[in-house]
Nanobody, 125 residues
């Protein structure tokens, strides 16, 4: 299995930045596509950003494009999400996810087999 542990969440002022990290262990990290999802209270878990196993292809939901950046460091088995220009929003839990994918970059919740425990992000005004 792949074990995933997120860190870096917390409270930040509007306009500020956070960097989330996801440490992976178990199977070979560089064989997996990785993604970040987020879930606000009462809402469905939604795709935020994804990156292919080779690190060359990324995808973002339109609401974060230009402000967020996903990256991976395979030598450290770590996935990152840099979040800039944060705007006030209800607290949301961000989840790291992994999938062994042979097609295009997956953006569906059901396409990911491994998940972290989540880390909460709150943006205040």
């Amino acid at each position: 299995q792949v074990q995933l542990v997120e860190s870096g969440g917390g409270l930040v002022q509007a306009g500020g930045s956070l960097r989330l990290s996801c440490a992976a262990s178990g199977r070979t990290f560089n064989n997996y596509d990785m993604a970040w999802f987020r879930q606000a209270p009462g809402l469905a878990r939604k795709f935020v950003a994804g990156i292919r196993s080779n690190g060359q292809i990324t995808e973002y939901t339109s609401t974060v494009k230009g402000r967020f950046a996903i990256s991976r460091n395979d030598a450290e088995n770590t996935l990152y999400l840099q979040m800039n220009s944060l705007t006030p929003y209800a607290p949301a839990v961000y989840y790291c996810a992994a999938t062994r994918n042979f097609g295009g970059l997956a953006m569906g919740l059901s396409e990911y087999q491994y998940w972290g425990q989540g880390t909460q992000v709150t943006v205040s005004s």
